[in-house]
């Protein structure tokens, strides 16, 4: 009986990951017993490798712009543990975590064993709790890859991927083609798709797993196009959408707004939701999403990035040059194990005139020494700091009017680094009270 939540998120990291041949059979067994809350939910399912978050932002602000009551399921979080199961942008509360945890646990009982990983745990607490408060729809997040996520159990109205590409080549497949395979596997019987992915070779593979699924398939690309991306924002139209404004950066994030929209136009013309155009209009521009090329300070300027794979970088790139083309861009970097921080770090030498390495409090991250030993390239400054809290601090204060802070690398990292900063502003808020005050 749990009656902390410490207690719940240790018993939900002692699970760990599933290990052995997988399938989804033990979480319908359990799910039966729960009596399937997550048949009584409508919902959207989106994978891919990058952008996932982004996309789910995206339909969510729409959806609650047009009045509905919208879960949404993601992950990591950013700060507390609840966000990864919002209903309107409310996290999951303590209680509610304790009080599903505590009537999952009870109905696992020996049934916890190596087919069940944390995140399996997690996404059968989310199905309680979306059923439970009968909202009007959810948008689901793949975890890693598709065919064999936990997500994976639901069958949504219409599905998206983003796009694949090199993350989790251990588990999901050495070559772009096995990666999309599992991604498709997300595909259900006569379940649209919906992709901004544009390879060739691999739309040929989304093309056939469609037509053996009975499925359409839909590249909202095709109808869009990109209009620019400013310090204001980021514009473009789709269909007879014109000049849709984004308060986000990037090619990227066109991308990602085209593939929500095309999937929000779906569903008006089903007629499975009632959203006006205002509605879509206003909650795209509404979106944010924390991590995602965030101003967390702008005088001086600091940017918070989760680009944490080699297509992040590129984009991240991309939206800098775009956005900020005369500012010296100073680098503070962390990376998983998982990730090709080698390439990562070249790509950032390009436009970086100082790159520190650090690591946050994940214990898997890789050691500062190591990334230094990584960055091959001469007339550079590149530095090594132990403390992420303190170079973090000393390089904002040491900031010219010219230069600027970009904070990226692993998602977790970002999480650490944007509660810090929050601290900071705090903190600043505070003392200059107190000195009007006095």
Not at 2 to 26: A, P, Q
Not at 365 to 384: H, Q, R, S
Request: charged content about 20%; proline content about 3%; glycine content about 8%.
């Amino acid at each position: 009986m749990f009656n902390k939540e410490s207690d719940v998120r240790d018993w939900i990291d002692g699970f760990g990951y599933s290990s052995g041949l997988r399938t989804l059979d033990h979480l319908r067994i359990v799910l039966a017993e729960l009596g399937n809350p997550h048949d009584k939910l409508k919902t959207i399912h989106v994978a891919g490798t990058n952008g996932k978050g982004s996309t789910v932002a995206f339909l969510h602000h729409v959806l609650v712009c047009s009045g509905l009551q919208v879960g949404t399921f993601t992950s990591p979080h950013m700060i507390s543990f609840g966000e990864r199961m919002s209903i309107n942008g409310e996290p999951l509360t303590r209680v509610s975590l304790i009080k599903y945890a505590n009537q999952i646990a009870q109905i696992l009982g020996d049934k916890k064993d190596d087919h069940f990983s944390s995140f399996d745990v997690i996404t059968l607490i989310s199905f309680l709790h979306f059923a439970q408060h009968e909202v009007d729809v959810v948008i689901y997040e793949t975890g890693m890859g598709g065919r064999l996520d936990a997500t994976n159990v639901i069958t949504p109205l219409v599905c998206g991927i983003t796009n694949v590409g090199h993350d989790h080549a251990e588990i999901l497949g050495e070559t772009q083609l096995a990666r999309a395979l599992e991604k498709l596997g997300i595909v259900k019987e006569g379940i649209p798709l919906f992709t901004t992915e544009e390879d060739p070779e691999l739309l040929a593979q989304f093309k056939q797993t469609c037509t053996e699924k009975n499925a359409t398939l839909n590249l909202p690309l095709h109808d869009a196009e990109f209009i620019r991306t400013v310090s204001a924002g980021t514009l473009f139209h789709f269909r007879d959408y014109r000049f849709v404004k984004l308060s986000m950066h990037g090619q990227h994030q066109f991308k990602n707004a085209t593939l929500a929209l095309a999937m929000i136009d779906y569903l008006i013309n089903q007629g499975l939701f009632e959203i006006d155009i205002e509605a879509i209009y206003k909650g795209l521009d509404l979106t944010s999403w924390p991590g995602r090329f965030e101003h967390i300070q702008k005088d001086p300027l600091v940017i918070l990035d989760g680009a944490h794979n080699i297509e992040g970088i590129k984009s991240l790139i991309g939206v800098l040059n775009d956005v900020y083309p005369k500012h010296r861009k100073r680098f503070i970097f962390s990376a998983m194990p998982t990730k090709d921080a080698a390439t990562m770090i070249e790509m950032l030498s390009e436009i970086a005139v100082e790159i520190i390495f650090t690591k946050g409090t994940h214990p898997a991250a890789v050691a500062p020494e190591e990334l230094y030993d990584m960055a091959d390239f001469p007339g550079k400054k590149v530095y090594v700091f132990q403390s992420f809290k303190k170079v973090i601090t000393q390089v904002i204060k040491n900031l010219n009017p010219n230069e600027m802070l970009v904070i990226c690398g692993s998602l977790y990292f970002i999480s650490d680094a944007r509660m810090h900063l929050t601290k900071l502003k705090r903190e600043s808020v505070n003392d200059e009270a107190d000195r009007n005050c006095n």
